[in-house]
């Protein structure tokens, strides 16, 4: 629950409003987000790497890149960049909105193993700070269109460093048999070629091993390979970065116990250090990738109870209590059997606890929000049920499977509530029917 959830007069309060008056105002579902806690996480996080990898000197030796896939809208960029984050995007339109939310465009790190050409095009007219390049092919496409725009990109290049990060298997990104990056084996040629292209300058080595992780070793294990890569290479001309990627985990249940980032940064720091030292070379500018650390604890889902139903099974009753969302707004049990808290949000109960399974109202039985869960025996229709840490993944992977309006993303500061993505409306799922042209709805 974000930091400073409370509970008065029986229902839960978020950023100190009344979660009854939003639902009130805004309906059901929604996302919301704590803007204080947000930024507050960004700055700990920030605060974190900076004082892990701080020299006497005083020369600021990190840059934490927000990454954009987690949750971007225009304000999220804003409070990110002002709390002295950088953003990274993975496609054209995150792209977009980072440039049109003003976040200036050296501030920005474009991602991706197969960036369209045009948004190529786009973030080098931009003057955006670095392209990750992800392939041979691409190193020639942002060569190419640099080139052609009489400009040149700094590129950061991504490496495949065979560790494999103990998560689930969609969510690691750099054991062998998986599409991201090159090969430790493949790199110094294309390095030598990327040095041989006169529109792109390589500024250092990035990798990222997966996402919800709580073994810091992986992390380390990644440092020291790439550190040992970084000093190769840089043997001939010298790289100004390291990129070591996200992936930082979060608590989404009691039983997740993620060690505190400070402790992460500083086994990260050490083991930098002491892969440089043995390597005979200097502690590199480190960038990292955070996504979901950041935002994923800020958000909360609120729903509306609709019917709540025991299903008797061998071993006993299972009661469903379904809700006005699911997998539309979250995909993620689905996806990866995430495991999420959640809690009747409108009121207190004596009632007995009994264990019940959350489930949305879509067309599948998969859709499910909450797996197992202990709910007061008397939930019934009309109930607001709040699931605590989808501020990460859950609006930027949302669907309008069964042509369902995706819910609007709230942001909350100070006692007051506005919104930063609106609710889609039915109107604006038909709007893109070409079969309406014909009745004039879609020009409604
Ligand atoms: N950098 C790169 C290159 C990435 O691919 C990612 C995440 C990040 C940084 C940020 O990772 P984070 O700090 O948020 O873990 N949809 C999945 C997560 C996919 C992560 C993709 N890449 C989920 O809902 O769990």
């Not at 299972?318 to 707004?329: E, I, N, P």
């Not at 998969?366 to 008397?378: K, M, N, R, S, T």
């Not at 609007?408 to 042209?437: C, K, M, N, Q, Y």
Request: with cysteine; charged share 25%.
């Amino acid at each position: 629950w974000p930091e400073g959830t409370e509970r008065v007069d029986g229902a839960l309060r978020f950023g100190g409003v009344d979660v009854r008056e939003i639902a009130e105002q805004h309906g059901t579902p929604f996302l919301l987000v704590d803007e204080t806690v947000a930024r507050a996480r960004a700055r700990r996080i920030r605060e974190a790497f900076e004082a892990a990898f701080a020299t006497e000197d005083d020369a600021q030796r990190v840059d934490v890149y927000y990454a954009g896939k987690a949750l971007l809208t225009a304000e999220v960029a804003r409070w990110m960049r002002a709390e002295g984050l950088r953003i990274d995007v993975c496609s054209g339109g995150e792209l977009a909105i980072a440039l049109r939310a003003g976040i200036e465009p050296e501030a920005i790190g474009y991602h991706g193993n197969n960036k369209g050409e045009r948004d190529i095009e786009a973030g080098v007219a931009a003057g955006i700070g670095t392209f990750v390049l992800d392939s041979p092919i691409e190193a020639e496409r942002v060569a190419a269109a640099a080139a052609r725009a009489g400009r040149v990109q700094r590129v950061r290049l991504r490496i495949s460093v065979g560790v494999h990060a103990s998560t689930h298997e969609f969510l690691a990104t750099s054991h062998e048999d998986q599409k991201f990056g090159v090969p430790v084996d493949e790199v110094p040629a294309l390095v030598a070629r990327i040095r041989q292209l006169p529109s792109l300058e390589l500024v250092g080595l990035h990798t990222h091993i997966g996402s919800q992780i709580f073994d810091a070793s992986g992390f380390a294990e990644s440092a020291r390979r790439m550190l040992a890569l970084h000093a190769e290479l840089g043997a001939d001309a010298p790289l100004e970065e390291l990129n070591l990627g996200g992936g930082f985990g979060i608590a989404y249940t009691a039983a997740d116990r993620p060690e505190p980032i400070e402790q992460i940064a500083a086994s990260l720091a050490d083991a930098v250090r002491s892969a440089a030292d043995e390597l005979g070379v200097p502690v590199p500018r480190i960038a990292i990738e955070p996504g979901r650390w950041i935002v994923g604890p800020a958000g909360v889902t609120v729903y509306t109870v609709g019917t709540v139903k025991p299903v008797r099974l061998d071993a006993g009753t299972r009661t469903y209590v379904s809700v006005d969302g699911g997998m539309g707004d979250n995909p993620r049990p689905a996806l990866y059997g995430a495991q999420y808290s959640a809690r009747i949000a409108s009121r207190v109960s004596d009632a007995e606890p009994m264990l019940a399974r959350v489930a949305g109202h879509h067309c599948e039985s998969g859709d499910i929000v909450v797996d197992a869960e202990w709910l007061p025996a008397d939930v019934a229709p009309g109930d607001l049920l709040a699931v605590a840490a989808t501020g990460a993944y859950c609006h930027q992977l949302a669907s309008n499977y069964n042509a369902t309006p995706r819910p609007p993303v709230l942001a909350v500061r100070d006692g007051a509530v506005r919104e930063l993505v609106r609710r889609e409306s039915i109107d604006d799922l038909l709007a893109r029917d070409t079969g309406f042209a014909d009745t004039g709805f879609a020009a409604q």
